[in-house]
T-cell receptor, first 114, second 111 residues
Framework: DSGVTQTPKHLITATGQRVTLRCSPR?????VYWYQQSLDQGLQFLIQ???????AKGNILERFSAQQFPDLHSELNLSSLELGDSALYFC?????????????FGPGTRLTVL | GIQVEQSPPDLILQEGANSTLRCNFS?????LQWFHQNPWGQLINLFY???GTKQNGRLSATTVATERYSLLYISSSQTTDSGVYFC?????????????FGKGTKLTVNP
């Protein structure tokens, strides 16, 4: 158990809908990272937040947004969902600010868009 | 954009064998990381290695940044080493850090 929790574990929804994925980092970790893993695109870094502020940005679509709250949990919002958004979404956390800090991964949320 | 290529795509070993996984990248990078995803999907950081060699138990990694490649060595492999190994390069693009992943090497270690 990495100490990072993600909810829900599974999510099934329809095209055009909006969903919110939630991540709670390990106790004391200030950074949260979001990743997408799909059969087509492989593993992709989406975005990093550090202590509430966006710190690094990867291949995150404009339809997707994220935020980190004062209690350090983070949410990833996916809107106008398309079939291609079906994927496993991972959250990770680390203590430090830099992207090269040791990251601890949650179990992921599997999103299925029908 | 930068290309990150991993080889081989698939590798099947008998328990106790050694293996070398390779990661080539097409441009200069700030750092390189290796990850392991076990058959149940759990991801774990293995190494941060911009250059030189690091060892952790039966695993070691070497990055030759000037030649744009990194190698992950697994010695005396065990069935628990099975899974997919990803390398990811860290670069700065548009003023922001980002990680770019390779497609992975799927390792199967048979008893």
């Amino acid at each position: 158990d990495s100490g990072v929790t993600q909810t829900p574990k599974h999510l099934i929804t329809a095209t055009g809908q909006r969903v919110t994925l939630r991540c709670s980092p390990r106790s004391g970790d200030l950074s949260v990272y979001w990743y997408q893993q799909s059969l087509d695109q492989g593993l992709q870094f989406l975005i990093q937040y550090y202590n509430g502020e966006e710190r690094a940005k990867g291949n995150i679509l404009e339809r997707f947004s994220a935020q980190q709250f004062p209690d350090l949990h983070s949410e990833l919002n996916l809107s106008s969902l398309e079939l291609g958004d079906s994927a496993l979404y991972f959250c990770a956390s680390s203590a430090g600010q830099g992207i090269n800090n040791e990251q601890f991964f949650g179990p992921g949320t599997r999103l299925t868009v029908l | 954009g930068i290309q990150v290529e991993q080889s081989p795509p698939d590798l099947i070993l008998q328990e106790g064998a050694n293996s070398t996984l390779r990661c080539n990248f097409s441009d200069s990078v700030n750092n390189l990381q290796w990850f392991h995803q076990n058959p149940w999907g759990q991801l774990i950081n293995l190494f941060y290695i911009p250059s030189g060699t690091k060892q952790n138990g039966r695993l070691s990694a070497t990055t030759v940044a000037t030649e744009r490649y990194s190698l992950l060595y697994i010695s005396s492999s065990q069935t628990t080493d099975s899974g997919v190994y990803f390398c990811a390069v860290e670069l700065i693009q548009g003023g922001s850090e980002k990680l770019v992943f390779g497609k992975g090497t799927k390792l199967t270690v048979n008893p």
